[in-house]
């Protein structure tokens, strides 16, 4: 079970007990195999921007099945935040071995 701290190599420590909510739940979502993420772990990551080679290709899957896929916030939450991205991020999207 991959995992984003397996593909970065890149090891976070534990959080501070004073860490805030979204510190401590990126933490953790470093941690979660990625076949476990859900859209709202895809809406979290990818708004902090954090592991974005590995999730983003993930999220365009979900977004081409489900253009309207949200999270706990909203309709479109996820492509709202696919799309906030910086340039950057899409420069290293492969296309589709299948597609």
């Known amino acids: 079970m991959t995992?984003?701290?397996?593909?970065?190599?890149?090891?976070?420590?534990?959080?501070?007990?004073?860490?805030?909510?979204?510190?401590?739940?990126?933490?953790?979502?470093?941690?979660?195999?990625?076949?476990?993420?859900?859209?709202?772990?895809?809406?979290?990551m990818l708004g902090q921007e954090i592991g974005v080679p590995t999730l983003l290709p993930i999220a365009v899957q979900v977004l081409l099945r489900e253009p309207l896929a949200e999270g706990d916030y909203y309709p479109v939450d996820l492509l709202r935040n696919v799309l906030r991205l910086p340039d950057s991020a899409w420069s290293n999207l492969r296309p589709s071995e299948s597609g």
Do not use: M, Y
Request: proline residues 7%; glycine residues 0%; negative net charge.
């Open 3 to 44: 995992t984003i701290e397996q593909l970065e190599r890149d090891v976070w420590p534990e959080p501070h007990a004073d860490d805030t909510f979204l510190v401590r739940r990126c933490t953790e979502l470093r941690r979660k195999p990625l076949a476990e993420f859900t859209v709202e772990d895809l809406r979290i």
